[in-house]
């Protein structure tokens, strides 16, 4: 494992987080070095497994977890709840959107209710609130 992330693979992520910022209707981080050390997270996922596995979170084996979609990013919660758990797609104020997620979510209990900006953009796969929220409670976020 490298000590560092390749610069392709950043470079990548950084174009991806753009893009993805643009098309779900969120915003990057105001505070400095909040949205780069997520990207450099993303980006060492990137060169150790080849997937951008979200770098927030404690997997007991990244290589199992890759199988499944639910952390890669954009993640299910992303793409389900406009949630962001790393803070790399917020609000202007650098929030996470908790607007969508179910009342007992930790990101509920940690930021309280914070509405969505842009409703018209983001949660693609919003129909499966349901499928997720049984997966959420068989394997808890
Ligand atoms: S929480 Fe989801 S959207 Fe945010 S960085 Fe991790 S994988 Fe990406």
């Keep these: 494992m490298a000590d560092q992330p390749s610069e ?8 991806f987080v753009d893009k993805y910022c643009e098309k779900s ?10 949205t780069e050390s997520v990207i450099l997270g993303l980006a060492q996922n990137v060169d ?18 890759i ?9 299910d919660d992303m793409q389900i709840y406009k949630y962001c758990h790393c803070l790399l797609f917020v609000d202007k104020e650098g929030l996470p959107i908790t607007e969508y997620l179910p009342d007992d979510h930790e990101g509920r209990e940690m ?3 914070v509405k969505d900006p ?6 693609p796969l919003r129909d499966k609130a349901e ?7 068989e394997r808890p976020s």
């Design 48 to 65: 150790d497994l080849g997937r951008p596995l979200c770098p927030c979170r404690f997997y007991p084996d990244k290589n199992e977890e």
């Design 25 to 34: 209707g969120t915003f990057k981080h105001p505070g400095e070095g909040v």
């Design 131 to 137: 499928e997720r929220e049984v997966e959420r409670r």
């Design 67 to 75: 199988k499944h979609r639910t952390w890669i990013c954009a993640c």
């Design 8 to 15: 392709k693979a950043i470079g990548r992520m950084r174009v």
């Design 118 to 123: 842009l409703p018209d953009k983001g949660r």
């Design 111 to 113: 930021y309280g209710l």
